[in-house]
């Protein structure tokens, strides 16, 4: 439990029902944190005390929180008026989050250390049977590298989203997310509560919180940790561009967007190194015709076409 | 098949039952006449327990038991397999693209390429294969996607997604079970700049891939319809799929034992 003494002492993860920290801290530290003297700090021997007794410890920050109002963001990203923010979240290393987007929202992920690996799902929130292809995703723009304007394309040949910005230029989309099996296999653990959670245990996670499961789950993306690959078909790992570096993309349909910040499975260091992962949403506008980017392909002005059909007729 | 029609004269086709039938419904291309056909045979020694043809343009889906060995047989040459697999006993455990690539660390499929589940463990593995490398990168055609690749007016012509869904719903499952595929005997090459495309072939008639099952898996193919790109050099043609139980006694499968219902009937079948 995080406690006034100790406001981020603890993992960032989920802990099990009895308090103890279930991730890599030693039986010291848990003896530590156990000792008498910080337990005597808390009086909770009545119902009102313990109602006191947790009223005190709100108000506190930690490295890794969602910002709420999203308008009280300490991050907001240059440019944008804070008034518009809808979503201004930091996820911790190993951790994750998911929301649903209005069409035309802009959303932004900060790398601010350079070991962020954000890794991502879309889906159209009104109707998640659609959701990110990245076979499409790869296939339809004939270009393999996310970067500025590359759309994510569903199965459906809609643009859920489009990349507007990208100042790292290190993504994947081939390699997807970590399992259980890799993780444990790489690092001895992969549990969501662990010292090195999977991708794919977290966007089951997330999933689950809109009704979803692992039907739902397809391929995903990554942003901030590059994979190239090489003339024989070798994923070279090329990392990332340094820290601060960003990625914004817009909403062209309502989404449900689920982001895990784990490691990208082809991370060579021994280590799971994972950052901090800063997330921010504002209310703007879906790509118009009048947008040079509308018909900057065939490919796109079609996928965009067929996006404003299904969105008129639904109202949106 | 052209890709308007601006008529209403019916056209002559073949039918499952080996009849014809004049129609003005656009429907796919029949392989031409005169099709350089190679039904092949089983890549690896054993009892054949499936021989089956999978028509141009046809979904089709079989379990392959752990342990038995599918050979498939592209008979016309470049004519794309889209295949997805699934665990038979727990079909929300399927193929997986990312996990395939990420476990193998390169991003083409050849002998020895584990194909692994969205969990990681091993579904099939290439044990042989006939051609320099295979596609899993590419995705599958749709009704939807072709109208971005190629236009409008291409939205009435069948894809594979249109197959997989057909075929997954024969086995319970439906849309949420779609996911990015295998494409045997097709070539999408990733270049420098991460450029990407279907592209030529490698392939040619009778040449084949054999996967093993590494559990009981369902598989389950669109014999790919596309009719935009040289996949399938603009000419549908069939697939022969042969399991064998390499355990058991005989010897390589020879002629087409049995026949899908829907199937045309080749008239140089071997």
């Known amino acids: 439990m995080t406690t006034a003494e100790e406001p981020t002492a603890t993992a960032p993860h989920d802990q099990d029902p009895t308090g103890q920290p279930s991730g890599d801290v030693t039986a010291q530290d848990v003896t530590g944190r156990l000792s008498a003297g910080v337990r005597d700090l808390h009086q909770t021997d009545s119902v009102r005390s313990a109602q006191d007794d947790a009223r005190a410890q709100g108000g506190q920050a930690s490295e890794w929180m969602p910002y709420l109002p999203a308008s009280g963001s300490p991050h907001c990203p240059p440019g944008v008026d804070p008034a518009t923010l809808v979503w201004a979240e930091t996820v911790a290393p190993g951790g994750y989050t998911h929301k649903v987007l209005a069409r035309g929202t802009r959303l932004r992920f900060d790398d601010p250390t350079g070991d962020a690996c954000a890794h991502l799902l879309l889906f159209n929130a009104l109707e998640p049977a659609e959701r990110i292809n990245v076979a499409d995703t790869q296939k339809i723009p004939w270009q393999a590298y996310l970067g500025e304007s590359h759309p994510l394309l569903s199965g459906d040949g809609r643009v859920l989203a489009v990349i507007t910005g990208d100042s790292s230029g290190r993504h994947d989309a081939f390699c997807g997310t970590t399992t259980d099996a890799w993780n444990e296999r790489k690092y001895g653990d992969a549990r969501p509560h662990g010292p090195s959670p999977s991708g794919r245990g977290l966007f089951l996670k997330a999933a689950a919180k809109h009704g979803l499961s692992r039907r739902d789950l397809p391929p995903s993306l990554s942003f901030f940790q590059g994979v190239r690959v090489e003339a024989d078909g070798a994923l070279a790992w090329r990392g990332s561009a340094g820290p601060g570096t960003h990625v914004e993309l817009v909403a062209e349909m309502p989404l449900l967007v689920l982001v895990a910040n784990v490691a990208h499975p082809l991370d060579p260091r021994p280590g799971y190194v994972v950052g901090p992962l800063r997330v921010h949403a504002w209310r703007s506008a879906a790509t118009g015709p009048d947008d040079p980017r509308f018909t900057a392909t065939p490919e796109l002005h079609r996928a965009y076409l067929n996006t404003v059909d299904y969105c008129e007729a639904r109202g949106l | ?270």
């Open chain 2, 1 to 270: 098949m052209a890709t308007t029609q601006t008529e209403s004269t019916p056209t002559t086709y073949p039918t499952a039952s080996g009849g014809t039938l004049a129609s003005t419904v656009p429907v796919g291309a029949v392989y031409a006449e005169g099709s350089p056909l190679h039904w092949g045979a089983s890549l690896v020694e054993g009892a054949v327990v499936l021989d089956e043809e999978v028509a141009p343009n046809a979904p089709w889906s079989a379990v392959v038991k752990e342990g038995h060995i599918l050979t498939i047989v592209d008979v016309g040459g470049n004519q794309s397999g889209d295949c997805l697999l699934y665990d038979a006993d727990d079909p929300e455990e399927r193929y997986s693209v990312p996990d395939t690539l990420a476990w193998q660390g390169n991003a083409y499929v050849r002998t020895g390429t584990v194909l692994r589940s969205n969990e990681g463990r091993p579904l099939m593995t290439v044990v042989a294969n006939e051609i320099d490398r295979q596609d899993t990168i590419g995705g599958a055609c749709g009704k939807e996607s072709n109208t971005l690749r190629y236009g409008h007016h291409v939205m009435f012509h069948h894809g594979c997604r249109e197959n997989f869904l057909a075929e997954a719903g024969r086995r319970g499952l439906g849309v949420r079970d779609i996911v990015s595929n295998l494409n045997w005997f097709m070539n999408v090459p990733v270049e420098a700049d991460g450029a990407l495309g279907i592209v030529d072939g490698m392939s040619a008639p009778g040449r084949r891939v054999a996967v093993r099952a590494e559990t009981d898996v369902l598989v389950m193919v669109s014999n790919c319809p596309q009719m935009n790109n040289p996949c399938n050099d603009f000419n549908p043609t069939p697939l022969r799929m042969i399991v064998v139980d390499p355990q058991g006694a005989g010897s390589p499968a020879s002629p087409v034992a049995g026949r899908l219902g829907s199937a045309t009937t080749p008239k140089d079948a071997a």
